[in-house]
């Protein structure tokens, strides 16, 4: 049977980079038949349906279906995967409270409707931000859905930050693992690489023969590059990060069905691992296991690391204060 995925968002622009890959079994495998379901809002939907009209013209062997819709209720209707990427970006002049509202007016009546409609085995990606708080919000509008079936995406950090190791180290990226992400999808992200390893051990040496004095070369060049890489994006390339964003919303989707092989990141509910209040979706070091995302325990955290998570962890409890404050959660 095929899987159902609804993407949210599924007119702008990490949507169509989604899209196609989706189609062609880059997500659930070359044996997966997909059914897709675009959720847009009514400014949305030509763009939408433009794809929709591509999605045709590939012609794809595994895409049994494709819904455009601006209707949640019809979007979601037996969903077994939703990408939730359309989100509301902050305006000119507005707090940071005023995005937090307009996001909990997306992803509450989102959740509920994921709840209503969704199938028993609905497995959610938020994309779209503040993903941390988005994901938390949906994911308490959904009574009677898992909190563990609500995630947020912070595999692209992951890879922004291996990425830049291996530059550092000159390997390839896919050499270099164990880089988890710890806290909120922001600029507080602590991006942690005193576990990280290089064809399969310890990094630390050949790193530091390379930067000299491991811990300045995190402070001042490592950690700003990988939490500002999508300013960084932007200037030089004059719009958003979109084909990586896609890339790491795949990967991480399907890491999450199919397995991993070795550690990896996501925002994931916390049930107190770490000193991380429970309820928060907060970025950790996991592993997927049989379906479920395990959080990786057991880990050391110095000083110095423990600061920087517990900097990005005060910023995610501010976020949900702020949203029980509205009424939202
Ligand atoms: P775009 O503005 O190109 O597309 C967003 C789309 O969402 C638009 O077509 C809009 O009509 C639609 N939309 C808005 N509200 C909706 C709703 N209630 N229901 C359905 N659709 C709705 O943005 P894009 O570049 O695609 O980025 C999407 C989101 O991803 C943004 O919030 C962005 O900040 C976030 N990102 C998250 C990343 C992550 O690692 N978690 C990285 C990339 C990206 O910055």
């Known amino acids: 049977m095929a899987t159902t995925i609804t993407i949210t968002g599924a007119g702008g622009q990490i949507g169509y980079a989604l899209l196609f890959r989706i189609a062609a079994g880059d997500m659930l495998g070359p044996d997966e038949p997909v059914r897709l379901r675009l959720l847009e809002i009514p400014q949305g939907l030509k763009a939408a349906e433009g794809a929709a009209l591509e999605l045709q013209d590939g012609a794809f062997s595994l895409l049994e279906h494709v819904e455009v819709t601006d209707d949640p ?19 000119p002049g507005m707090e940071r409270g005023d995005l937090l509202a307009a996001n909990a007016g997306i992803f509450g009546p989102q959740g509920a409707a994921i709840a209503a ?6 497995r959610v990606t938020v994309v779209g931000n503040p993903a941390n708080t988005n994901a938390l919000i949906a994911a308490s509008a959904a009574g009677g859905v898992p909190a563990e079936r609500f995630t947020a995406l ?12 291996a530059l550092a180290v000159d390997a390839p990226a896919a050499s270099v693992r164990r880089v988890p992400i710890w806290g909120n999808h922001s600029a507080t992200q602590f991006p942690d690489i005193s576990h990280a390893t ?25 950690i700003p590059r990988v939490a500002k890489r999508g300013a960084e994006i932007i200037e030089v390339r004059g719009s958003s990060s979109v084909a990586s964003a896609a890339n790491a919303t795949i990967e991480h989707t399907r890491d999450w069905v199919t397995g991993t092989d070795d550690w990896t990141s996501a925002g994931v509910v916390s049930h107190g691992e770490y000193g991380v209040p429970e309820g928060l979706i907060c970025s950790f070091p996991v592993r997927s296991i049989d379906g479920r995302w395990e959080i990786v325990e057991g880990l050391e955290l110095d000083d110095w690391a423990r ?23």
């Open 73 to 91: 209720a019809v979007a979601f209707d037996g969903a077994n995967i939703a990408l939730l990427v359309g989100a509301r970006p902050r305006g």
């Open 117 to 122: 409609h969704a199938a028993s085995d609905i």
């Open 154 to 165: 912070t595999r692209l950090d992951e890879n922004r930050a291996r990425a830049q190791l």
């Open 307 to 329: 600061a920087r998570v517990d900097a990005s962890v005060a910023e995610l409890v501010e976020e949900r204060e702020t949203v029980l404050a509205l009424g939202m959660l």
């Open 198 to 222: 290089l064809d399969g051990v310890p990094l630390a040496d050949a790193l530091a023969e390379r930067v000299g004095d491991v811990r300045a070369w995190q402070e001042q060049t490592f």
